[in-house]
């Protein structure tokens, strides 16, 4: 098994608190899959709006956070020379479902599986759960830029 810390992460996604939604990869194998992890806090900044009373992770976080495995995965896809600088953009998200909640408390378990490249577009698909249980499915498409 192949795990990457969040010091390794911070150097293959541009992203930051508290928009980074990856706190660690368990599994990876470049060009086929990965597995991460996303540990839902309380003190996460949307649960002061959605909702206070009873906070539920947005669904749309969740895809999210697909998104930004997907990101790690065509980082490590890339030999090193090309994958410095570049960023994947998400730019299509298809068949996107929500099963269950996310609540404070969670981990969530996000596994992503590389489809194809086509023209410079690259195809996932995504699944989120916690504890066994999906809580969101959707097919990704981003495409990397050197910006």
């Given amino acids: 098994m192949n795990s990457i810390e969040i010091q390794e992460i911070f150097k293959l996604l541009p992203h930051r608190y508290p928009f980074l939604l990856i706190d660690r990869v368990i599994d990876y194998e470049a060009d ?3 597995s991460a992890l996303k540990n839902v806090s309380v003190n996460e ?3 002061q709006g959605h909702f206070p009373i009873k906070p539920v992770m947005p669904g749309v ?3 999210e956070a697909i998104a930004q495995a997907t ?3 065509g980082a490590l896809s890339t ?3 090309e994958a410095e600088n570049r960023i994947y953009y998400l730019i299509g998200v298809d068949k996107a479902r929500f099963k269950r909640q996310v609540v404070p408390g ?3 378990l996000i596994e992503v599986d590389f ?3 086509k023209r410079n577009f690259w195809m996932f698909k995504g699944r989120v759960s ?3 249980k999906t809580s969101a499915v959707c097919e990704i498409m981003c495409t990397p830029r050197n910006d």
Avoid: T
Wanted: glycine share 8%; proline share 8%; charged share 20%.
């Fill in 32 to 34: 086929k899959h990965i």
């Fill in 130 to 132: 916690v504890e066994g």
């Fill in 71 to 73: 990101g790690i995965l």
């Fill in 79 to 81: 030999p090193i020379e």
């Fill in 115 to 117: 489809k194809n490249v």
């Fill in 61 to 63: 976080l969740q895809i």
């Fill in 45 to 47: 900044p949307y649960f």
């Fill in 106 to 108: 969670d981990q969530l």
